[in-house]
C-alpha cells in the first residue's frame, strides 16, 4: 500500500520538542516496516507563521513571505528526516519526481513545501496523486472536516464522511472568509476531488492515530470517498 502522510507543523512542532518529532519519526517507521511506501509532507506551523509575521512588518511581499514558509517546512522536514533511520531520503525532496524516485526505490520521503501560492496541504496531495497513492492522510490538529471552525462556532458539525466534491463545497466558502481555518486548503481539496483520492483528515496530535487510520481503516475524522466507491479497500479487509 503506497500512502502520503500530510503532518501539519502545528502537529509536528508546535514548539522545539525532539520526543514528538520521534514519536510521529516511530510512527512512520512503523508504517514502513509493515509493507507501506510512504511519502511524508511536513508544514511550517506557528514557526512559519511567525517568520512570515515578522518579515511581514519588515516590508516583504507575498512571494518572499511563502518562500519564507516553504524554508521552515523544509526544516521540519530535516527534523522528521534526522528522527528517521537508514530507510528514509536524507534529502528533503523539492518536487514530486524527486519524491517519486526516492518511493520507488523503496525509502522514505519527505517533503516539504515546493512553490509559493500554495501550502502543503496541497503539495501533500498532488505528491499523493503524482506516486499513485492508495491513500493521503491529513494528520491536522482538528479531528475531522467541521461545516464551520469548532474552535469558534459551537454549531459547526463533524462530517463522517465526504465525497471530494462535497469536500471542495465544504471548504471554498471558508477560505472565502479572511482569517479562516479550514482543516486543508482550497487547492489540496480540488486536487483531491480531481485525483479522486482516498483520503482521512483526522487529529494527528497523537501519532498513534496516523497508524491506526493507515494500517486499520480506523479513526474518528473525516474520511473522504470517491464517488461511485463502495465498502473499504482491500488493504483493510484482508487485514
Ligand atoms: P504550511 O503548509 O505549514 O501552512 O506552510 P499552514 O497550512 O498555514 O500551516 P500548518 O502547518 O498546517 O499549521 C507554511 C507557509 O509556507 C508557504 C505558505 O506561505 C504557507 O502559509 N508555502 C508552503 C508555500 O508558499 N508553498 C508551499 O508549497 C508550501
Do not use: F
Not at 516583504?60 to 527534523?79: W, Y
Not at 464522511?161 to 471554498?172: H, K, N, P, R, S
Not at 476531488?193 to 486499520?216: C, F, K
Request: charged share 25%; proline share 4%; hydrophobic share 40%.
Amino acid at each position: 500500500m503506497r500512502v502520503v502522510v500530510s503532518i501539519g507543523g502545528s502537529v509536528l512542532a508546535p514548539d522545539l520538542d525532539a520526543r514528538r518529532v520521534e514519536g510521529h519519526a516511530a510512527v512512520v517507521e512503523t508504517l514502513a516496516e509493515e509493507g507501506c511506501e510512504i511519502g511524508a509532507v511536513v508544514g511550517g506551523g506557528g514557526v512559519a507563521r511567525d517568520y512570515i509575521g515578522a518579515a511581514r512588518e519588515l516590508g516583504a511581499n507575498e512571494v518572499q513571505l511563502d518562500q519564507i514558509g516553504i524554508d521552515v517546512t523544509r526544516i521540519n522536514a530535516r527534523l522528521l528526516i534526522a528522527a528517521l533511520g537508514p530507510s528514509v531520503d536524507p534529502k528533503v525532496a523539492h518536487d514530486y519526481e524527486d519524491a517519486g524516485d526516492a518511493i520507488r526505490r523503496g525509502d522514505v520521503s519527505v517533503m516539504g513545501g515546493v512553490m509559493p501560492g500554495q501550502t502543503t496541504d496541497a503539495v501533500a496531495a498532488a505528491l499523493a496523486e503524482y506516486v499513485g497513492a492508495d491513500l493521503l492522510v491529513y494528520a491536522t490538529s482538528v479531528d475531522g472536516v467541521y461545516s464551520a471552525d469548532p474552535s469558534t462556532d459551537d454549531d459547526a458539525e463533524k462530517y463522517e464522511q465526504l465525497t471530494g466534491g462535497e469536500l471542495v463545497d465544504v471548504i471554498a466558502p471558508m477560505s472565502r472568509d479572511a482569517g479562516a481555518s479550514a482543516p486543508v486548503d482550497l487547492l489540496a481539496a480540488k486536487l483531491i476531488e480531481r485525483a479522486e483520492m482516498r483520503t482521512i483528515v483526522l487529529d494527528g496530535t497523537d501519532p498513534s492515530r496516523i497508524e491506526d487510520a493507515v494500517l486499520r481503516g480506523e479513526h474518528t475524522g473525516t474520511d473522504i470517498v470517491p464517488t461511485g466507491v463502495d465498502g473499504e479497500p482491500s488493504y483493510w479487509t484482508q487485514r
